[in-house]
C-alpha cells in the first residue's frame, strides 16, 4: 500500500473497482489530485465529487455529519450501493464551496479492503471521458490514465449495469436523486414519508 499512498500523497489519483465499473479516486483533501481527476475526465470542475470509505471512522475524519435521525436510518443499510448527501462541517477539494458531500460505504469487499488499508477515504467518480461510457475493463483503463499521475487497481472486469443509488434528505423525507442499484422501493420501507424524485 504505500506506493499507493505516496501517489496519492503526492497529488496522484488511482483507479478503483466499485459496484459497477472503475472509478478515479483521489484523496477528497487534496487540491492537486482532485483536478487531476477532473483533467482525465476532461470535465470542468463544476460539480462535487462522491466518496467511498471503508467505515464512517473515516468519513467523520472528512467533516461529515452522519448524526442527523433521518440520515441514521440509510447509514444502517451500509454496505451498500447507496450514496448520501450529508452535511459537511468544513471545506474539501471535492466539494468546493458545496456544503454537502455525497458518501458511501461500497457494497464492493475488495474496495473497502483497499479504502481501510489505504486508511483514507477517497472519491469516486465514473473512470471515462466526460460523455463516455463507464470502463468495466482494467485494460481499457491505461488509454484514459496516459499522462497522468495514476495507477490502476486490478480487480478484473466488473459487471457493469447501474451506478449507486443517490439520495438526499431535507426535512426528514427522502429524495431520490438518481436511481440506481439500491432499490427504491426498500428504501421507501425504510422511510414512511412519501419516497419521490426530485
Known amino acids: 500500500m504505500a506506493p ?10 488511482l483507479a478503483i473497482p466499485t459496484e459497477s465499473s472503475y472509478g478515479l479516486a ?6 492537486a489530485g482532485v483536478a487531476a ?14 466518496v467511498v470509505a471503508a467505515d464512517e471512522r473515516q468519513l467523520a475524519a472528512l467533516g461529515a455529519d452522519l448524526d442527523a435521525p433521518a440520515v441514521r436510518r440509510l447509514t444502517e443499510l451500509w454496505p451498500a450501493a447507496l450514496t448520501v448527501v450529508v452535511p459537511l462541517r468544513r471545506p474539501l477539494a ?4 458545496d456544503a454537502t458531500l455525497a458518501v458511501r460505504l461500497p457494497a464492493h469487499e475488495n474496495l473497502r479492503r ?13 473512470a471515462n471521458r ?38 438526499a434528505v431535507a426535512d426528514g423525507r427522502l429524495a431520490i436523486l438518481r436511481a440506481g ?4 422501493q426498500r428504501l421507501g420501507e425504510v422511510f414512511r414519508s412519501d419516497c419521490g424524485n426530485r
Open 181 to 184: 442499484r439500491y432499490p427504491s
Open 114 to 126: 483497499l479504502l481501510g488499508e489505504l486508511g483514507r477515504p477517497l472519491t469516486a467518480t465514473s
Open 26 to 31: 483521489a484523496d477528497p483533501r487534496s487540491a
Open 4 to 13: 499507493l499512498s505516496a501517489l496519492l500523497d503526492a497529488g496522484g489519483f
Open 94 to 97: 471535492a466539494t468546493g464551496e
Open 37 to 50: 481527476v477532473f483533467a482525465c475526465k476532461g470535465r470542468a470542475a463544476e460539480k462535487s465529487l462522491a
Open 130 to 167: 466526460a460523455g463516455e461510457p463507464p470502463i468495466l475493463d482494467p485494460a481499457a483503463l491505461e488509454p484514459l490514465l496516459e499522462g497522468f499521475p495514476a495507477a490502476i487497481v486490478d480487480d478484473g472486469v466488473l459487471p457493469g449495469g447501474a451506478p449507486s443509488t443517490l439520495v
